[in-house]
């Protein structure tokens, strides 16, 4: 049972490091390549967003919210990571 949730910890933390290094270089790709379609369709992004929400203790006070942002380098990140896993593993 351990080993199946050690796992699970390993592939999700290799889907997100997939997502964001896939983002970083797509942001990049977008800065360097000129003006046109490829330019678009690879900067192209749509957020995910958790609302914030408060927790309010009287004496402390705390504000939770998350926001994700993938576009098609993030997906290819995610397949790339996926498949350094199986070769891994």
């Known amino acids: 049972m351990a080993m199946h949730r050690q796992s ?26 000129p003006e046109g379609v490829p330019r678009d369709v690879l900067t192209y992004s749509k957020s995910l967003v958790l609302d914030p929400f408060t927790l309010d203790l009287m004496v402390l006070s705390i504000t939770f919210g998350c926001s994700l942002s993938f576009n098609v380098m993030s997906l290819l990140g995610i397949f790339v990571m996926i498949q350094i896993l199986k070769w891994t593993w």
């Open 8 to 33: 699970f910890k390993i592939i999700l933390l290799s889907v997100l490091l997939g997502i964001v290094v896939g983002t970083l270089v797509g942001e990049v790709l977008g800065m360097v390549l």
